[in-house]
């Protein structure tokens, strides 16, 4: 068996430019430690400081269309416009309801799914925005994708806007140092995943929560398991299996500078005592009765957790904010379904969720939106109902919610249709909803006679029928929304278009 | 004089392929570059979507007035005059990071050491031989990567107690009892999970084993057919040549893959299958024999992948991505088609713009092959087909179906002479057809051809699309990187490690025979995989 | 005729390389720094994450082969090894994404390009601690002893053969004479703090179980 004896060190010629590979090591391991494992800014989740903003993002998976919602047309808008009513995906009057004192119109349909086994959607938007019209803003753009996984990550990360990071990462980063886990993400597909930005703090990076049921459990070495010893003899145990063992052994001088294994260490020996310390488990584990009267709010809030995993996120979301866990959460439906005891006869998440309007675009869009909109009235109002700070405020005077999608879907139809399927198209506008922003109003605007969205000027912020908001523009949108300095990745400043 | 310079060029750098200006240019000015050398020089070096700049693309742009009168010489002049700034704030200036090979655009972007540990010093603390292979540390890996299962201490001590000559046999025949157990070429074995970025699986669209609500095709058949080919010798270009498919037989512990000319519908087959199924001929794929091209042709692929859409860009991007490593959303593998390739609109999606066509050249050239297998476009001119509750949840089929309403002694004439189309065959007439359904939206359809391109060669339909792709390079590289990351546990980093992935990859497609399985008892024999 | 289509479509969802679903949060620290965490003091530089995943030799033993090693060195069924909130498979249903597996069919995650996240040593914690309890109830209170056999806890000599068998069913090799001397003292120790032959036994099988040698490969 050939043999080759190994070279000593060898600096690579990069490391011969700048400094040496051990420097450059204590500095890596240390840069990879979250602020709050070396004791900084640990008091900022107590502080509740003033200057905190809570990013939520809400996926709209499989392309939520802004012409089944607030942008909705109605036939005779079409038709005013020279467009055709019969052609152009519209609504009849009686399937529309007008909101007084907005722009917006909220889509009121009940309509039976074939494909679903005639699966009967009754959707309402109006009541959402009675509620909340003075906080929502919609935002139009237009992506460069069709491809699902591809446009949801550049829904986020703004298509390469700064260096690759998500705008969750970005929230992150500006706000969420203190915090435990300051991104949590309980998106799916290409919403969940991390930016391209090696140069990002390690501890804005999203960590990701598959079941928010049982996720709380990796949070803690002991909660809910039996048996376990006092504490004083577990810490003898670790002691003993990091000196007595592991120090001794033969594999950890071979291997002591692998990174896996540092890495591994360092979340064995700080992150485990530090999320324990924290009493994460206790703060946002739900189930058999754990729990305080927030918990029990957000459950009745959404009771349906056990058996759909949207309202468990959800309830997951509200807990990770306002128990300092997070500054920024992201959730929403993924492509499996979900039913209620009634089983096929009352679809939760239909299959595909928004993407099921390939088959049939209304009832997926009726009935997705409802969904998507019932949820967001719930954060909306727990968040509203929990104090923040000392200065009459609550949570939800510092949060921004985004919703965030694929892209749109075509705007035409087989003449007079009412089943009918679409395709993915690049052309949408998404909501945000705050108290944050001048909301109340398209930033943008659509064509009636197309059913197209159209950008917005630059400078001014009025309508331009001659632009559309690129990826960027929409993610500065939203970076100037939480007040965050996008200047250093070349990200123009809408503050004054988009903020009181 | 000049032309024959770049033509040189050109063919020395044979591993580039054929590049914008820029990338030539660059090269030119600095041969010795290691990312010139090595071919990785390209668009990504400048851009992230291309034209949109990265950090180093913002220096290069900046460093020139002249890019809208002269871009090849924009370029040298800013190459020239940016090599001494450091376009990533890294403390390295640009030129000192072209020739180290690190990326002048990425702060940091650090060169593997060739080693970063001190040999001796290792050894006196070890078990194992760190200054080389390990016979004992690769059999307690080869275990556990192959059989899944680890080596006890009975296993090793007999293992120690031989001699290095009878090591080596005896682990080969180790690794080989593993190569044929079910943890490896099982379902849901360490092959099969590897098919899981290729094949894509969605459990609520599918037919047969584990089905779901809306079935749509059955996946099973395409693992199958990549655990065939990467199994027992086979040749693994049948992965996107293969004019066959493949059953599965399980029972009695062991796994054995059998080729077969026809797949049959399983008993258990529901929605569109069934419905397809039972008109025809109670098969389960559809795609004749001489229009088959493995993994590209299968009717999960023209499901789940092609769709409605006319030209399956998202097939071909994906099958370059699954099956070369070329992912062209990165840019990668954006080679210019041979000969007078004009890019044309076929179906109104605004692809000739600059932002668009910089990729969709290569994309919507290596798209058309794939334009004659149908997706799920259902239209049966002068029949009342009513596919309406297909998959109605309380299995209520209506009468008039495909099944019932068409003969079956006619059912190969509507195949090859009417214009229906149904999913998943091969209908050379598929895009005049859709053309026909969709002349609001894609008048030019028709024009698309079945010729195109993949990887700037010309090719004249799927099969030749597949045979050229699957004797390239870039197949058999990425065979060879998929079981090194997941044997080795991370990508060739140092030199050494890329030395003996460049021979596992050129060995495969040369004495192995494209045989996997000798590829991997080679592989395990590699310093990267048994040395500590 | 009907002109619709009223076949279902699906969702594309391509993942793109070199970006996997799960963050690789808070890498490296040295041995050094883990082994003196009172020397860790220092500020936030940015990351070299990319820097980290090159040179690694080890593997961490993902979910189905965590479950096959844990199985093997106990001699325990899958269902023996642990469950949580008393129905729910801890390696294949609650924790598997955390232990580097996949869910390909139902959730379109069909790869884990991390190894492990920040929670995983948490989860092989329990998971760990509920399959050595019951190895240690069986071989003590059944009497099936595949690795420990009754004894008492200041027994030096006894608690260096069990010691020995631990090494052996769970690393497969000999203590050496430091590793024996160590793990008496923990013995110790124990006894000290009000520990029984079964916490030993437990917190031993415990401690070898969630050290690096058993978990990477």
């Keep these: 068996m050939k043999k080759s004896k190994k070279n000593k060190k060898q600096v690579s010629r990069r490391s011969a430019l700048k400094f040496t590979a051990g420097a450059a090591s204590t500095a890596t391991a240390l840069s990879m430690v979250p602020s709050s494992l070396l004791g900084v800014n640990q008091s900022k ?139 949590m993400n309980m998106g799916s597909g290409g919403y969940a995943f991390d930016g391209g930005d090696s140069s990002l703090e390690s501890y804005a990076r999203g960590m990701s929560v598959s079941n928010p049921l049982y996720w709380p459990l990796s949070l803690s070495s002991s909660a809910k398991v039996s048996g376990v010893p006092s504490k004083a003899m577990m810490d003898l145990a670790r002691d003993f299996r990091l000196r007595g063992i592991e120090s001794q052994s033969n594999f950890m001088k071979t291997f002591k500078d692998d990174p896996k294994l540092s890495s591994w260490l360092n979340h064995r020996e700080k992150t485990r005592p530090r999320f324990e310390q924290e009493n994460l488990f206790e703060k946002l584990f739900f189930l058999d009765g754990a729990g305080d009267a927030a918990t029990e709010k957000a459950k009745a809030m959404f009771p349906r957790y056990n058996k759909d995993t949207f309202d468990a996120q959800a309830i997951m979301s509200y807990l990770a904010i306002t128990k300092g866990v997070s500054s920024v959460v992201t959730l929403g439906p993924n492509s499996s379904t979900s039913t209620s005891d009634k089983g096929i006869y009352e679809f939760y998440n239909i299959p595909i969720a928004f993407d099921f ?85 398209v930033i943008g605007g659509i064509d009636p006679k197309t059913a197209l969205t159209y950008g917005f000027d630059p400078v001014t912020g009025s309508p331009d029928r001659n632009k559309k908001t690129s990826e960027k523009e929409f993610y500065s949108v939203l970076t100037s929304a939480l007040d965050i300095d996008g200047s250093a990745a070349g990200l123009p400043d809408f503050r004054k278009i988009v903020k009181k | 004089m000049k032309n024959l310079l770049v033509i040189w060029i050109l063919t020395w750098f044979s591993l580039l392929e054929a590049r914008p200006s820029t990338i030539v240019t660059f090269c030119e000015m600095y041969p010795e570059s290691p ?13 992230t979507n291309p034209p949109v700049n990265n950090e180093f693309g ?117 690794q080989e009892s593993c190569l044929n157990s079910g943890f490896w070429k099982g379902r849901d074995g360490v092959v099969w999970q590897m098919a899981h970025t290729k094949v894509q699986p969605l459990r609520t669209l599918k037919s047969g084993h584990n089905s779901g609500e809306v079935p749509l095709g059955d996946y099973d058949d395409d693992y199958q057919l990549f655990v065939y080919y990467n199994v027992n010798d086979r040749d693994v270009r049948g992965l996107l040549t293969a004019d066959h498919y493949v059953s599965m037989i399980e029972g009695g512990g062991a796994t054995t893959y059998e080729a077969v000319d026809e797949m049959p519908m399983r008993d258990d087959a529901s929605g569109l299958v069934l419905e397809l199924g ?10 004749p024999k001489e229009r088959r091209a493995g993994m590209l042709t299968t009717l999960w692929n023209a499901t789940f992948r092609t769709m409605f859409t006319s030209i399956p860009r998202t097939n071909a991007a994906h099958a370059m991505r699954a099956y070369l490593g070329l992912d062209i959303a990165k840019s990668e593998g954006l080679i210019e088609p041979e000969g007078d390739f004009e890019l044309v609109d076929h179906d109104n999606k605004g692809i000739l713009s600059d932002d668009c066509s910089f990729c969709h050249r290569t994309l919507d050239a290596a798209s058309y092959p794939f334009t004659k297998y149908n997706g799920l476009s259902f239209d049966v001119p002068g029949k009342d087909i009513d596919v309406g509750n297909i998959f109605d949840p309380n299995g209520q089929r209506p009468d008039n179906t495909l099944v019932n309403l068409i003969p079956e002694n006619l059912v190969e004439w509507y195949l090859t002479n009417s214009k229906m189309l149904v999913p ?30 993949v990887l700037g060669k010309p090719v004249a339909n799927l099969v030749e699309w597949g045979q050229v792709a699957a004797n390239s390079d870039y197949f058999v ?22 030395n003996e992935y460049e021979s596992l990859w050129k060995g495969l497609m040369g004495e192995d025979n494209y045989s996997v399985s000798k590829m991997l008892k080679k592989l395990v024999e590699t310093e990267a995989y048994g040395a500590p | 005729m009907h002109l619709k289509s009223i076949i279902l479509l699906v969702a594309v969802f391509i993942l793109s390389c070199g970006k996997g679903k799960f963050t690789n ?89 991390n190894s492990f996240l920040e929670t995983t040593p948490i989860v092989v914690e329990r998971i760990v601690w509920s399959a050595c309890e019951k190895r240690v109830a069986l071989d003590l209170e059944s009497g099936e002893s595949k690795i420990f056999s009754k004894g008492s806890v200041s027994d030096s000599s006894h608690v260096g053969l069990m010691v020995s068998n631990l090494y052996q069913n769970i690393l497969a090799r000999d203590a050496s004479e430091n590793e024996i001397a160590a793990a008496k003292e923990f013995a110790s120790n124990l006894e000290k703090n009000g520990g029984t032959y079964d916490d030993w036994a437990r917190l031993s099988c415990f401690s070898l179980m969630t050290s690096v040698e058993f978990l990477f490969y």
């Design chain 1, 45 to 183: 989740v107590n502080e509740q400081d003033e200057d905190q903003k809570f990013l939520i993002v809400l996926t709209n998976f499989g392309g939520g269309s802004i012409n089944d919602s607030f942008l909705a047309l109605s036939e005779d808008e079409v038709r005013a416009a020279g467009g055709d009513p019969e052609v152009i995906n519209c609504y009849k009057d009686s399937q529309l309801v007008a909101v007084d004192g907005t722009p917006f119109k909220a889509v009121k349909l009940e309509h039976t799914m074939p494909a679903l086994g005639n699966f009967q959607v009754v959707s309402d938007q109006s009541e959402f925005l009675r509620r909340h019209k003075q906080d929502i803003t919609v935002v139009t753009s237009e992506g460069t994708s069709v491809n699902h996984g591809i446009a949801q990550q550049r829904s986020v990360n703004g298509n390469e806007a700064w260096a690759g990071r998500t705008i969750q990462e970005v929230a992150a980063s500006f706000y969420g140092q203190g915090f435990s886990i300051p991104n």
């Design chain 2, 35 to 47: 990312q010139c050398v090595s071919g990785e020089f390209s668009c990504v070096s400048c851009h």
């Design chain 2, 58 to 174: 913002k220096c290069v742009s900046a460093g020139s007035d002249l890019w809208e009168t002269d871009f090849e010489g924009a370029v040298r002049e800013s190459l020239l005059k940016i090599e001494n700034l450091d376009c990533d704030n890294d403390g390295i200036s640009n030129i000192e990071e072209y020739l180290a090979g690190t990326d002048p655009g990425v702060a940091n972007s650090t060169e593997p050491t060739t080693e970063n540990i001190d040999c001796e010093d290792r050894d006196k603390l070890s078990n194992w031989n760190v200054c080389g292979y390990d016979p004992v540390y690769t059999y307690k890996r080869v275990s556990l990567d192959f059989c899944g299962k680890k080596a006890n201490y009975q296993d090793l001590k007999v293992f120690k107690s031989l001699s290095l000559s009878e090591q080596k046999k005896s682990l080969s025949d180790f």
């Design chain 3, 25 to 113: 949060q808070g890498d490296s620290g040295s041995i050094e720094e883990t082994l003196n965490p009172s020397e860790n003091e220092g500020e936030i530089t940015t990351t070299e994450s990319a820097s980290l995943a090159l040179g690694s030799k080890l593997k961490f033993k993902k979910q189905k082969l965590l479950e096959q090693e844990i199985m093997t060195s106990l001699s325990l069924s899958q269902n023996q090894i642990c469950q949580e909130l008393e129905s729910l498979n801890c390696i294949n249903e609650a924790h598997h994404l955390t232990l580097g597996g996949v869910d390909a069919y139902d959730k379109n995650i069909w790869e884990n390009k």
């Design chain 2, 424 to 453: 998943g065959i091969y209908k050379p007439r598929r895009v005049e057809l859709l053309s026909e359904i969709n002349k609001e939206t894609e008048p030019e359809l028709s024009g698309v051809p079945e010729a195109g391109y």
């Design chain 2, 477 to 498: 590289k990425n065979i060879v990187l998929d079981y090194w990351i997941h044997l080795v546990g991370s990508k060739p980093a140092s030199e050494s490690e890329k």
């Design chain 1, 357 to 441: 309007s390939h088959n049939d675009h209304r009832g997926a869009q009726a009935h997705m939106w409802q969904r998507m909109l019932r949820v967001t009235d719930g954060l909306i109002e727990l968040l509203k109902a929990t104090p923040y700070g000392t200065k009459g405020e609550s949570y939800w005077d510092k949060t921004m919610i985004y919703m965030a999608s694929d892209f749109g879907r075509s705007k035409t139809r087989p003449a007079g249709s009412e089943v009918f399927g679409s395709a993915h198209d690049l052309n949408n506008a998404s909501v945000l909803i705050s108290p944050m922003l001048k909301g109340n109003r």
């Design chain 2, 278 to 287: 039972n008109f025809m001929g109670k098969r389960q794929q559809f795609v």
